[in-house]
């Protein structure tokens, strides 16, 4: 048995949704489950700084996912062994615990971890997975599992835009991420500016499509820079409806992404786009990263700080 540990935002969720698929597709015979403890907020309200976001999104989002959620008869047989878990306390107490084998998040995982994912036996797995090379080789099932539903009329009339154009999506986040010193100050104008010069060096005329959680940012500082191109903002979805604008990113036939796993699922999952301008590094610090698709052109950042 398997279980791996699901938390963070939507875009983490798929990564680590993602690892588990391509422990199951390594491992058809075994059975593999994903734990969501992390947002019960019985357990989790009461400790300041945990962020649930939006909650378990992958089941909501995406009907086609199938993987069974670990309950406490799974939890239980890991628990005494998984670091500062909720059940582990009980587990001590009332039940016999059988040691399982723990794969902690080396450097967090942002590198390709060979040793996981072709881990024998039980394990329960910790850790974002962000490594594009974990499920290269389940990359059409992901695509079949992580399809978008029917949209809204709203969606549904950005998505015949962004088809009928030379579609050009633009993912800048900001809010959460100008507090968080790993990511901060990467992403930032100087960035844009390359990434919409370098779209514009083919010479076309394009509409370019502005995904943002500070839309007055946008709007004072990349809008000057498309020239004479139109642009759009995309500002209706909200809260549980955020997830739209990952799906219209994957109709953009050119995309620009923050170093942000939301709009790097847009990106992967987009099976038509051109190009795919990402940043370089994606962290503020000294590790190694494979994150990137082999076929993005990165831009080389340096932190505004």
């Not at 938390?7 to 597709?25: D, E, H, P, R």
């Not at 599992?145 to 015949?160: C, E, F, G, M, T």
């Not at 579609?167 to 790993?182: F, M, T």
Request: charged share 25%; with cysteine; net charge neutral.
């Amino acid at each position: 048995m398997k279980i791996v540990n699901i938390t963070g935002g939507l875009g983490n969720q798929m990564f680590q949704y993602a690892f588990a698929m391509a422990l199951k597709y390594r491992n058809p015979q075994e059975e593999v489950f994903v734990d969501i403890q992390h947002y019960n907020t019985i357990f989790f309200k009461k400790f300041k700084g945990i962020n649930l976001h939006n909650g378990y999104e992958i089941d909501k989002v995406f009907p086609k996912a199938i993987l069974p959620v670990a309950g406490v008869r799974q939890l239980m047989k890991f628990s005494y062994w998984i670091p500062n878990y909720v059940l582990s306390r009980l587990g001590r107490k009332f039940l016999p615990i059988r040691k399982k084998e723990y794969i902690p998040p080396y450097s967090m995982n942002y590198s390709y971890d060979d040793k996981a994912l072709n881990w024998k036996g039980d394990g329960y797995f910790e850790g974002y997975w962000q490594s594009y090379n974990h499920f290269k080789d389940i990359k059409e099932e992901l695509q079949k599992v992580y399809a978008h539903p029917r949209p809204n009329q709203y969606n549904a009339a950005l998505i015949s835009n962004l088809e009928a154009c030379n579609s050009v999506g633009i993912h800048v986040r900001r809010g959460d991420y100008l507090a968080e010193p790993e990511f901060r100050g990467i992403c930032g104008l100087d960035y844009y500016e390359k990434g919409i010069k370098e779209i514009l060096s083919d010479g076309k005329k394009h509409v370019f499509f502005i995904f943002s959680n500070d839309m007055q940012w946008c709007q004072e500082n990349i809008a000057p820079l498309v020239s004479d191109n139109r642009i759009v903002f995309i500002s209706g979805n909200k809260g549980q409806d955020s997830c739209w604008d990952m799906f219209l990113m994957t109709h953009c036939k050119d995309l620009i992404i923050a170093n942000s796993s939301f709009s790097w699922w847009g990106a992967f999952l987009n099976e038509k786009v051109d190009r795919v301008i990402c940043p370089k590094p994606w962290l503020n610090r000294d590790c190694n990263i494979d994150i990137y698709n082999p076929s993005w052109t990165l831009i080389p950042c340096y932190s505004e700080e």
